[in-house]
């Protein structure tokens, strides 16, 4: 069946610099995707989203890309910090109310 | 956004034995889920919790081993029948808010140990 994949598993950036969390899919009917914080313990926390009718939208320190060409997405985050360390997903959906696709997760690891 | 409830958090539990865990939403909700996310892995999804009718499961899990129940639109029940030590899991609720965006919204997580 199709899949959403993460091309790392582990990220580990000085604390400060910017981190590129990079996820690649492989449904092409996929039009919804978002990105997921899961710190340790919790649940997965809803970071950013971004539909297939764009190719970038900006949060608060985050930026989403989407490359629908080569079906791949990335997660920006400037200025990270030591509380940006977590587990990251990509999900993606295709159609409004289906179910979401989880990618296989990469823990970003900020040194001080 | 959405306050979701788990209930319990975290529980050890005998092989054999069956375990249910209860989600509960703050407001009506379109679409509520259940994932599992085994130790180091990524979320999969068990089933979509269906309100007054069965519930929607996906390959590789059956209702007579993941029965669920969705009385009304703001919760919805998980059971883990016969258990064992490959059940152990986090176990995730998750919703979709009826007229809002379409971002799913999770419960903290009820962490399993099947000994």
């Known amino acids: 069946g199709e899949s959403v994949g993460l091309h790392l598993p582990t990220l580990s950036v000085q604390e400060g610099d910017n981190s590129i969390i990079n996820c690649a899919y492989s449904?092409?009917?996929?039009?919804?995707f978002i990105w997921y914080k899961q710190e340790s313990g919790k649940g997965p926390q809803f970071i950013i989203d971004?539909?297939?009718?764009?190719d970038k939208r900006q949060g608060q320190r985050v930026t989403v890309l989407l490359n629908k060409t080569v079906k791949h997405l990335s997660l920006q985050i400037a200025a990270t910090q030591p509380g940006d360390s977590a587990v990251y997903f990509c999900?993606?959906?295709?159609?409004?109310?289906?179910?979401?696709?989880f990618g296989k997760g990469i823990t970003l690891s900020v040194r001080p | 956004s959405a306050v979701i409830s788990q209930k319990p958090s975290r529980d050890i539990c005998q092989r054999g034995t069956s375990l249910t865990i209860q989600c509960q939403v703050d407001s009506q909700v379109t679409m509520m889920f259940w994932y599992r996310q085994q130790p180091g892995q990524s979320l999969t999804l068990i089933a979509t919790a269906n309100q007054g009718s069965e519930a929607t499961y996906e390959s590789g899990f059956v209702i007579d081993k993941f029965p669920i129940s969705r009385p009304n639109l703001t919760f919805s029940t998980l059971t883990v029948s016969n258990m064992s030590p490959e059940d152990s899991s986090i176990y995730l609720c998750?919703?979709?808010?009826?007229?809002?965006?379409?971002?799913?919204?999770f419960g903290q997580g009820t962490r399993l140990t099947v000994v």
């Open positions: 971004i539909r297939s009718n764009m």
């Open positions: 999900a993606e959906r295709t159609g409004a109310n289906s179910k979401l696709t």
């Open positions: 449904n092409s009917a996929s039009d919804y």
């Open positions: 998750s919703v979709v808010i009826q007229g809002g965006n379409t971002e799913a919204f």
